[in-house]
């Protein structure tokens, strides 16, 4: 049977041979070439109009893992002697020690690599994981932090990826499509109503153009909803363009002689 | 776009400067490569680095006051509408009396600066056409059924609405009398033109879908850098010594540099080769080849010349005004700040698309949140220049 001490000798550096010195001063280094490339990546986006954000932002997670695996390249040779087998029993146990201590954590820290070539989001993409809905503020090696409308920050980790489903209304995009919904009256002139949404949505100031407008008609029970589908100019004015295309669109329908109606508190629930 | 072959017949100088094309090859005077490179790295030096604080005006400015308003009104060229207008005459003179042309329908756009509204003005008084003016704006909210276009119906001949933009407003109410227009216009019989503002166009194309009522537009072509030489020749000629600011080149007269003698002559007729071909290359790619744009940034590169300017000129025989023309690049123009708000934007872009509002009417076209704000006030009140 080996010696265990035989064998820690020759997996380990001796200590006298270890450059702590030179382990701190990587570490700090990476510590803080990860702080520049977030504070840059913000920095360039404040000052560069806003549409480059999508181009910038989802640089900061790649830099960041390229310059943590650069760090770790250079601090585990300082540590071990690096042979393979080294290696292979270095990782694997130290693999097996944070999988029952930190199982949960790691899980995050691998989804977090997975979702750099994956990219399910992105900063500045608006998503929904589980109940949370909002912007991609800022996407960390553990988590990924959503500003919600009410302006409160969520931090969900990484790890949901693996069993929620994870809804991204824009995928990279600046603008994302928006519906607003109107209720009408059963006996009204459908073509009349359509052509008068339709000039809500093309004549609304938040609308981008270059992106189709369809306005959808569909029969309930109670009466007809309209939807009017269509895509703003930036993802972050969809509250904006949502709002504008409803007060617009409820007052065009009332002018035009449409009656507007609300449902009915169960067919809500059932067909909204 | 014109050609340098085209400039150097002298017979043909004006109808080369401006001539019509479909809009469908339209295509704006490029920089060297190398400039462009330039200009790009610099803009986004300025941007980054210096955010929005006010450039600073270059050295060379501070030491060329501005010319005096009668030299400039004489140096100045006049505006290209009615050269233009007799070029669109020749555009359009076969289609004009064609009997059975493929379209009845005739649309001229062009870019803000372009003048394309005066131009199907005055070439509609030059044919003798019934005009089709616009209606106040207020009405367009709520327009009539066509008792303002009664008259238009019933007449015989060619009619021209020089001012398209002004049929319509971005508004859920604003686009009904365009609408009528257009399904009048698709069964007309008489023949029309109609002028229009290209962002105007556009956004009608895609909300009514007024392109498909007209033929293929048509566009003045873009000025590029020996076009603007041309055009910018001061009138009367050889009276004034026009050099650069930066470093003392001749741009006119061009006899000057040649050695040619007097600057009275005839001889600048066969427009040689000239001088600061890189400054009219630089006016051109910056002012997209707009006219009006183009003559904005001239009258503002025009200063009083130097003293050793003077004594030169003296020298050459008949006296010559000197006047220096500073680097574009160095002219403090309007630009969009780093960090503009979507409010700004929006009121920008609406004024883009009417040709200009009132703000009456600006302030019901945009989100009341934005229209009620003061800078719809101050941003709809600015002057062009």
Not at chain 2, 39 to 57: D, E, F, M
Request: charged content about 20%.
């Amino acid at each position: 049977m080996p010696d265990l001490s035989e064998a820690r000798d020759s997996l380990f550096r001796d200590w006298n041979d270890i450059s702590f010195f030179w382990i701190g001063l990587t570490f700090v280094v990476a510590w803080l070439a990860v702080g520049c490339v977030r504070f840059l990546a913000r920095w360039t986006t404040r000052r560069l109009p806003s549409r480059y954000r999508f181009y910038i932002l989802p640089w900061v997670p790649v830099l960041r893992l390229v310059i943590i695996v650069v760090a770790v390249v250079e601090i585990v040779p300082q540590l071990i002697r690096p042979t393979a087998s080294n290696l292979i029993a270095v990782f694997g146990a130290a693999g097996v020690a944070i999988g029952f201590a930190f199982k949960d954590y790691v899980s995050s820290l691998i989804a977090g690599l997975v979702l750099v070539y994956e990219r399910p989001y992105r900063v500045g993409d608006w998503v929904k994981i589980g109940g949370d809905y909002g912007e991609v503020r800022a996407v960390g090696m553990r988590a990924v932090e959503l500003v919600t409308p009410g302006d409160t920050v969520v931090t969900v980790p990484h790890n949901k990826m693996w069993d929620t489903a994870i809804h991204n209304s824009n995928g990279g995009q600046r603008d994302m499509q928006c519906v607003a919904q109107f209720f009408v009256a059963p006996m009204h002139d459908g073509d009349s109503v359509r052509r008068k949404l339709l000039d809500v949505a093309i004549s609304s100031a938040y609308l981008h153009f270059d992106r189709p407008v369809v306005v959808v008609a569909a029969q309930l029970p109670w009466g007809t909803r309209y939807l009017i589908r269509a895509y703003p100019i930036e993802c972050r004015e969809q509250f904006a363009f949502i709002a504008d295309l409803t007060i617009r669109g409820n007052a065009a329908l009332l002018k035009i002689g449409a009656t507007l109606v609300i449902a009915p508190p169960i067919a809500d629930a059932s067909e909204s | 776009m014109a050609t340098t072959h085209d400039l150097h017949r002298p017979e043909n100088n004006a109808s080369a400067l401006w001539r019509f094309a479909p809009a469908t090859g339209y295509d704006t005077p490029a920089q060297p490569a190398s400039e462009k490179v330039k200009t790009g790295l610099s803009a986004l030096w300025k941007r980054v680095w210096r955010g929005n604080s006010q450039v600073t005006v270059d050295q060379e400015n501070s030491e060329c006051p501005p010319l005096a308003a009668e030299i400039l009104t004489e140096v100045l060229p006049e505006h290209h509408y009615e050269a233009a207008a007799a070029s669109l005459k020749s555009y359009l003179n076969h289609w004009l009396h064609e009997a059975n042309p493929d379209s009845l329908m005739q649309a001229v756009i062009g870019p803000p600066g372009s003048g394309v509204q005066e131009i199907v003005a005055r070439w509609g008084q030059q044919v003798s056409a019934r005009l089709l003016l616009p209606p106040d704006q207020e009405r367009l909210f709520d327009p009539p059924s066509d008792d303002w276009q009664a008259a238009a119906r019933d007449e015989e001949g060619v009619l021209v609405i020089p001012e398209l933009e002004r049929f319509y407003l971005r508004h859920s109410d604003g686009l009904d009398l365009m609408r009528q227009l257009a399904e009048w216009l698709w069964v007309s019989p008489r023949r029309v033109v109609v002028g229009c503002d290209s962002w105007a166009w556009a956004y009608l194309s895609k909300a009514v879908k007024i392109d498909a009522v007209f033929s293929t537009p048509i566009a003045l072509e873009s000025l590029d850098g020996d076009a603007l030489w041309t055009w910018f020749r001061p009138r009367p000629r050889g009276r004034y010594l026009v050099r650069t600011a930066w470093n003392g080149e001749v741009v006119y007269p061009v006899q000057l540099e040649e050695g040619a003698g007097s600057a009275n002559s005839g001889a600048e007729d066969k427009d040689p080769p000239y001088k600061g071909a890189h400054l009219f290359q630089k006016l051109a790619a910056m002012s997209r080849g707009i006219p009006d744009v183009a003559l904005a940034l001239w009258r503002k590169c025009l200063g009083e010349g130097k003293p050793e300017d003077i004594q030169e000129g003296r020298k050459s025989g008949a006296p010559l005004t000197p006047i220096r023309v500073l680097s574009p690049e160095s002219l403090v123009l309007p630009s969009i700040p780093a960090g503009v708000s979507t409010r700004e934007a929006i009121i920008l872009h609406t004024l883009l698309l009417h040709a200009g509002l009132p703000l009456s009417i600006l302030s019901r076209v945009v989100p009341p949140c934005i229209g009620r704000h003061r800078d719809a006030g101050r941003i709809a009140r600015r002057r062009p220049g």
